[in-house]
């Protein structure tokens, strides 16, 4: 315990040096009324700040507002129980009570620090890398002025919502995509040395890359045609570039997944890992986490709509298309190369469909949807068998394989079906005239370049973040536990608790 403390001071301290270095780099933050707060959405046209105090007559909808809540507690969902019983199922009897804490902790503790800090240095007015700390402590929340809560913006001019309610939909993003990375690592590294590197990469990778794509002035900012270079350049860098993401495929997925790759290479493999059986222990556990994960997901993708309205539907029957899509296509490259689909295979193919729609679930048509699903559920299967024995990396629970490969995929194709020439509505960052590009104007290849681009910053970014986390951890704490822990298994050795009493 003393241990765990010691580490999350250090990480605590750490964090703290950096964040305030960074703020002193940045620009002169901008007042409370004008700090922004952008969803989990297309970045050239959906991103939410909070509403200015010009527009004070603006009410939130409660059919919205009830809508975010209800998708804040789907997400929740996803994470605690789905996520960490898909992965407690996936890994040996000895070790699941270690990562159904690792995931539960981790998410409690981001969620705390994106409270604190996180969703302030995400979506507050900085700079194009680093928000301000307009939101430290979330002040401002209470508007004293109006004896109200501020207002955060939604999709559409003048439309708002209560910002606590952003907030928190925001906060369970945060908490699960570091969850996420436990998957790279599992079954071998300290409680401590996990909790720690989360404080690191959760500040220096998750924020900044989330402020980077969906952080922006939001529609009521564009006044007219005289304004709109000078907000632009107040959003994050890959905001202004036009990259495309409607809930997380960069932000969540591929961030996370490279953390894990990072971090399966430097904690190392298992002791026996290709030469002992490591099979899952519950694949009844996996199949019920995959359809919590499949359920709460609805919120996540949809949710990212902001609103209860048609893009939100077209999420929503997006990510029920895509995912369906996918199960099939494993099961078929399952059963093309071994003549049998597995009960694992189909639950897998459920996460890549769902992690490769995430970008594209309001970007794309049903048609791209489905063909987006169809391809990811072969691209995943590509990735947990064929890339993984390329790569040379323990990554326990495929995150990579899955999360990686799949978000890469669906970034890329976002940019090909939100063409209208192939049913997707082609998006624009015009606010002042709020159209749409004609299919004569959309252009597939410079779309899918941008994309390609949002992909390779996030890859670098998180890359380099993870490796400087993981060695201080390495240096401070240690990230492995011993042979003889890692044998007795980390339920007993980490926990002091089984998760099975036989």
């Known amino acids: 315990m003393k241990k765990l403390l010691l580490s999350l001071a250090l990480g605590l301290g750490l964090l703290s040096a950096g964040t305030f ?46 809508w975010m809540m209800v998708s804040t507690l789907l997400v929740i969902l996803m994470t605690v129980p789905g996520l960490a019983l898909f992965y407690g199922g996936l890994v040996r009897s000895k070790n699941m009570l270690s990562v159904l804490m690792q995931v539960m902790v981790t998410f409690s503790m981001v969620v705390v620090l994106w409270f604190i800090y996180g969703y302030s240095l995400t979506f507050t007015e900085g700079g194009a890398f680093f928000g301000g700390w307009d939101r430290l402590f979330m002040k401002g929340i209470w508007d004293n002025a109006a004896g109200t809560f501020a207002n955060a913006a939604t999709f559409s001019k003048g439309v708002v919502l209560p910002e606590i309610v952003f907030a928190a939909f925001q906060a369970t993003f945060a908490g699960i995509t570091c969850a996420l990375i436990v998957g790279s690592f599992a079954e071998r590294m300290k409680f401590s040395a996990v909790l720690a590197f989360m404080v690191l990469w959760f500040t220096f990778s998750y924020a900044p890359i989330a402020h980077m794509v969906w952080f922006w002035m939001g529609p009521d900012a564009y006044t007219g045609k005289e304004v709109v270079d000078a907000m632009n350049a107040k959003a994050g860098y890959l905001w202004q570039s036009g990259a495309l993401d409607f809930a997380g495929g960069t932000v969540v997925h591929i961030n996370a997944a490279v953390a894990g790759l990072v971090g399966a290479y430097m904690v190392g493999k298992r002791i026996g890992y290709g030469k002992e059986s490591m099979a899952p222990h519950s694949l009844t556990l996996t199949m019920v986490g995959a359809s919590l994960l499949w359920v709460g997901w609805f919120g996540f993708n949809a949710g990212s709509a902001l609103e209860a309205n048609g893009f939100a539907a077209l999420a929503f029957i997006n990510t029920f298309g895509a995912t369906a899509a996918a199960v099939l296509a494993w099961c078929v490259g399952e059963t093309l190369m071994r003549g049998k689909a597995s009960m694992l295979g189909a639950a897998s193919g459920a996460v890549a469909g769902l992690v490769a729609i995430t970008p594209a679930c309001g970007n794309v048509g049903i048609g791209g949807a489905l063909v987006i699903g169809f391809l990811s559920g072969f691209a995943g299967l590509w990735g947990v068998n064929g890339l993984k024995k390329l790569l040379g990396a323990d990554d326990t629970l495929d995150v990579f394989g899955v999360h990686g490969v799949c978000g890469i995929l669906g970034a890329i194709l976002t940019g090909v079906f939100n063409s209208p020439a192939l049913g997707g509505p082609g998006y624009v960052a015009d606010w002042v005239t709020a159209t749409m590009v004609t299919s004569a104007d959309y252009s597939i290849a410079a779309q899918v370049w941008i994309q390609t681009k949002a992909v390779l910053t996030t890859v670098v970014w998180s890359g380099v973040v993870s490796i400087v986390a993981f060695k201080l951890v390495d240096m401070v704490i240690g990230l492995r536990v011993s042979e003889e822990d890692e044998r007795e298994g980390l339920d007993i050795s980490s926990h002091g608790e089984t998760a099975y009493n036989r």
Request: no cysteine; proline share 11%.
């Open 21 to 66: 270095a960074l703020a002193e780099a940045e620009a002169p933050v901008a007042a409370a009324t004008e700090a922004s707060a952008s969803a989990a959405a297309p970045a050239t046209t959906e991103a939410a700040p909070a509403a200015e105090a010009a527009a004070p007559a603006a009410v939130p909808n409660k059919g919205d507002t009830a």
